[in-house]
């Protein structure tokens, strides 16, 4: 993510306006704007794999997954985020087309550009929306589910890998397997990427 700091802070209306002309994605925090860095192979290959089984296991049913491109907007910290794929069970959601508000799973894929910011300062944003039940990432240096699931006290973490290759997004009800998720996937290295 990169900061935008030629402007003054934007109220979420001029934002939502300069992104929908925006032929870069931006994500919001308090009247900041800042860029979003493209994604690899490895880790648009997760989210589609995620996509695919969410949304053929929602047929069907009120709930809707989305990938990529819709924000969730998160009012009582004043930002709009761009998470990997979010899945809504809430009527109200369908009034809106470019965000949603209530989001009851959201999913991040790390990469190293933006784990520390998913893990800490996103995640400590996305804990108040009082409909988010469950908050998971994904590796996409290593074969590795992480979960985190809100409890009444507190949010219970648990980590699925190879040894423990199945687990369940109890939100939704769907028991998915490891070798799904990373289907096609050439795992990334540390800092892998260099400049040609």
């Not at 009247?31 to 192979?41: C, F």
């Not at 053929?56 to 819709?70: E, K």
């Amino acid at each position: 993510m990169i900061a935008l700091t030629d402007k003054s802070k934007l109220t979420p209306a001029e934002y939502l306006a300069e992104e929908e002309k925006s032929a870069v994605k931006h994500e919001y925090i308090d009247g900041e704007v800042y860029a979003m860095a493209g994604t690899t192979d490895s880790h648009n290959t997760i989210a589609l794999n995620l996509a695919t089984l969410i949304r053929s296991h929602l047929r069907g049913t009120d709930c809707r997954v989305y990938f990529a491109d819709i924000k969730v907007r998160i009012e009582a910290k004043n930002c709009f985020y761009y998470p990997d794929l979010l899945v809504t069970c809430e009527p109200r959601d369908r009034e809106t087309s470019i965000y949603k508000c209530f989001a009851k799973l959201i999913i991040e894929v790390l990469s190293d550009s933006t784990e520390g910011f998913d893990r800490g300062d996103k995640f400590n944003d996305y804990q108040s929306l009082s409909s988010l039940e469950e908050y998971v990432l994904v590796s996409s240096q290593r074969q590795r589910v992480e979960i985190f699931r809100r409890n009444p006290h507190f949010w219970q973490y648990q980590t699925y890998d190879l040894d423990q290759p199945d687990f369940k997004l109890e939100t939704i009800d769907l028991d998915v397997k490891i070798a799904d998720v990373y289907e096609d996937v050439v795992l990334e290295r540390m800092s892998d990427n260099p400049i040609p």
